[in-house]
């Protein structure tokens, strides 16, 4: 069987189940020739059950103007601030907590996230996990 040719590969930020030919995806999608409907009702048949969650997507886009698309985890700030019921971080991370997470808390969020990563190492991804918890305002016990 012959391989497609890839044209691009496009990433974007979207709120799971609510993909709309809209901006970002309209723009990204249709310079490219790709059918922005199809892409839209895919996507939110695919993110259905994370609802409300930033959930990321890596589109890659062919000659022919098919595509197929794979969905990543949300980002360890979505998850912490899911973890701990944040509205939002911190306004001053340095001098203002919004929230505490444990040792145990890290870890969980930590393995959660290990396969999106770029380390296959537990330690360093919970290292990751609490530098982005602290540079939203959490404190980590």
């Excluded at 890596?58 to 098919?66: A, G, L």
């Excluded at 971080?89 to 929230?99: K, L, Q, R, Y």
Aim: aromatic residues 4%; proline residues 5%; hydrophobic residues 40%.
């Amino acid at each position: 069987m012959a391989t497609k040719k890839v044209k691009v590969v496009t990433k974007l930020n979207l709120k799971a189940g609510e993909a709309n030919p809209a901006p970002p995806i309209g723009p990204a999608l249709g310079q490219h020739g790709v059918n922005i409907m199809d892409f839209c009702k895919a996507y939110n048949e695919a993110t259905k059950d994370k609802k409300g969650q930033m959930i990321p997507v890596e589109i890659t886009i062919y000659e022919d103007r098919s595509y197929t698309f794979v969905t990543k985890l949300a980002p360890v700030s979505e998850l912490i601030r899911q973890h701990l019921r944040l509205e939002k971080g911190a306004s001053a991370p340095g001098s203002e907590t919004v929230g505490t997470l444990s040792k145990k808390d890290v870890e969980e969020i930590a393995k959660a996230k290990l396969k999106d990563l770029n380390t296959k190492n537990l330690e360093a991804a919970m290292k990751t996990v609490a530098g982005t918890a602290r540079s939203m305002g959490v404190k980590i016990s």
